[in-house]
Nanobody, 126 residues
């Protein structure tokens, strides 16, 4: 079992930066594929970014390429999302997710993941 808890959300002005974290308990994140999803107010949940189990591959939604960076520190059982050049449309509840250790998954599909955090709010003001 993996329990995921996000932290680091808050308010930031457009153009600013924010880093959110997701820390696991129950077992190590080592060997798991990890991802961030977000849900803007009144909209469906959408894929933001993912990182492969070994950290060798990363994936980004077109809307965040060049601005967001995902990273992982398995020794600390933590995955990070660094968000730069934030825009008001980035405002959302951000969720971290982990799969069960598969070697080949569809990184951008929510159904690939079985462990989910409860989310952290990120609000970007104009």
């Amino acid at each position: 079992q993996v329990r995921l808890v996000e932290s680091g959300g808050g308010w930031v002005q457009a153009g600013g930066s924010l880093r959110v974290s997701c820390t696991a308990s129950g077992r190590t994140l080592s060997g798991l594929n990890l991802a961030w999803f977000r849900q803007p107010p009144g909209k469906e949940q959408e894929f933001v970014t993912g990182i492969s189990w070994n950290g060798r591959d990363t994936y980004y939604a077109d809307s965040v390429k060049g601005r967001f960076t995902i990273s992982r520190n398995d020794a600390q059982d933590t995955v990070y999302l660094q968000m730069n050049s934030l825009k008001p449309e980035d405002s959302a509840v951000y969720f971290c997710a982990a799969d069960g250790g598969s070697r080949n998954i569809a990184a951008s599909r929510s159904t690939s993941y079985i462990y989910w955090g409860r989310g952290t709010q990120v609000t970007v003001s104009s």
